[in-house]
């Protein structure tokens, strides 16, 4: 009897397209995704970013980097019904077509913001967030930065990947930041393109206080 191998292949594309069919997509993500213009990531890696939002009980939750509504619409649906989710993104045709993917939601639950990450970020709350959603490349070393002040005790930084993304000496860099910085714990996530979630403990006298 052959001893069990411990050096295992990695999983194939045609398991990765499974994963992702297996992950039911709703009717609102689903109509987005339909006209989406660019790239959305796929029904696994949204699926993951719903049982994040969901795992943290999120009630207010930040996507720098729009998708179009696709991964909003997942991110709604992981939320509290009484949450908000704050779509930033530069592109004004973007940001358009969020508000057309989401115009069924509340009045309350969707604020999309156009606008570049270094004019709107430091202008929102402290500790506000309970999730933060950013495109690794869009946001940068800058998008990090504001994360720990946005973020509760607790919260979640998730940095989202494109394939092109995943091995640059840039998302390298960030990733080795958050990973060695003992106020986070982190993980990169292999689910579709690629998940770097990290969790803010911040510095032990802010918590206690």
């Known amino acids: 009897m052959n001893p069990r191998r411990t050096d295992a292949l990695p999983p194939s594309p045609v398991h990765w397209a499974m994963v992702d069919d297996w992950s039911q997509e709703g009717d609102l993500a689903a109509s987005a995704r339909r006209v989406s213009a660019k790239g959305a990531p796929g ?15 999120a009630e207010h939750v930040l996507v720098f980097g729009s998708t179009g ?49 270094d004019a709107i970020l430091p202008r929102l709350t402290d500790t506000g967030y309970d999730l933060i959603v950013f495109d690794a490349v869009a946001s940068g070393s800058l998008g990090i930065e504001h994360a720990s002040r946005l973020l509760r005790h607790g919260g979640m930084l998730v940095l989202r990947l494109d394939d092109h993304e995943a091995g ?23 689910v579709g393109t690629g998940l770097i979630a990290a969790v803010w403990h911040g510095d032990e006298e802010t918590a206690e206080g």
């Open 43 to 57: 029904r696994a890696q949204c699926a993951a970013l719903r049982l994040l939002a969901s795992v943290l009980d």
């Open 69 to 117: 509504g696709v991964a909003e619409a997942w991110l709604l649906e992981g939320m509290r019904t009484t949450g908000t989710l704050t779509v930033i993104d530069a592109d004004p045709g973007v940001q358009a077509a969020t508000r057309d993917a989401l115009a069924s939601t509340p009045s309350t639950a969707v604020r999309v913001i156009t606008g570049r990450s």
């Open 168 to 190: 640059s000496r840039g998302v390298r860099d960030e990733a080795g930041r958050l990973r060695d910085d003992p106020r986070w714990t982190t993980a990169w996530l292999t």
